[in-house]
């Protein structure tokens, strides 16, 4: 027949097996926190993308995204009763079993991510800087990627300076938190190869009154909207007295 090729396949229902077809990887696994687990994937399946607040804006035809789905069917789920299979979608093809292995692990704890991110940016200062170079901001987070490295390791020398509220933990138990209340002392008892500092005097600098020649480069960060499209005001309704 005559037309347009078809652009989507059989739609795949999660609440119907007979719509999955075979799956291109079926292995399992065992972990500690959520027990025996199942992992199911199949290969080069799409979301059918809709012209919703996300692909509002897009001319033309909307792409088809292909990846792999991913079904995981885990044994036990801390603080959750109904056991149902997890559903994962990842915008990789042709991954290998190292690589879905790596996806629904770092899905089970992304919770441990979260707090990481958390860490980095109120505890070591990630976000605190104001970096203009896309170099210097690359070059501070490899930096704060060490700092933590070093508290992973002082894990077993920092003491637990814990606060009143907390539980003493035993030391190779604490996490980077803690350790950072007592990475002073771990310091001290580790040593360092480094000479000690030398005093000296701050640079004279740019004399007073001269305009700066050497300006900072600046990076555009782009516009979320189109120019000159703004949203519509709110109607505010007038109470009628009679």
């Not at 804006?57 to 036990?76: D, F, N, S």
């Not at 605190?128 to 490899?142: F, I, S, Y």
Request: proline share 12%.
């Amino acid at each position: 027949m005559g037309g347009r090729a078809r652009q989507h396949g059989a739609p795949v229902r999660f609440a119907d097996p007979a719509t999955w077809g075979g799956p291109s990887l079926a292995a399992a696994a065992d972990t500690v926190r959520c027990g025996p687990v199942r992992v199911t994937a199949w290969d080069r399946v799409h979301p059918k993308l809709t012209r919703d607040s996300a692909w509002e804006h897009h001319p033309g035809k909307l792409p088809v995204a292909e990846g792999t789905l991913i079904q995981l069917q885990p044994g036990r789920l801390p603080g959750y009763r109904d056991l149902r299979p997890l559903w994962l979608w990842a915008g990789l093809t042709g991954a290998a079993p190292a690589e879905i292995a790596a996806l629904w692990q770092a899905y089970l704890r992304r919770f441990d991510l979260e707090h990481t991110f958390r860490f980095f940016k109120q505890v070591l200062g990630w976000t605190a800087p104001k970096l203009r170079d896309p170099a210097a901001a690359d070059r501070w987070t490899w930096l704060l990627i060490a700092a933590y490295t070093q508290l992973r390791l002082a894990a077993t020398l920092a003491a637990d300076l814990r606060l009143p509220w907390q539980r003493p933990q035993p030391p190779g138990a604490m996490t980077p938190a803690r350790v950072r209340r007592g990475f002073r002392a771990a310091c001290q008892t580790a040593g360092t190869p480094a000479a000690p500092p030398r005093p000296g005097r701050p640079g004279p600098g740019r004399p007073a009154g001269s305009k700066n020649k050497r300006k900072a480069p600046r990076h555009d960060v782009g516009k979320t909207h189109p120019k000159g499209r703004h949203r519509p005001k709110r109607r505010t309704k007038t109470k009628q007295r009679g």
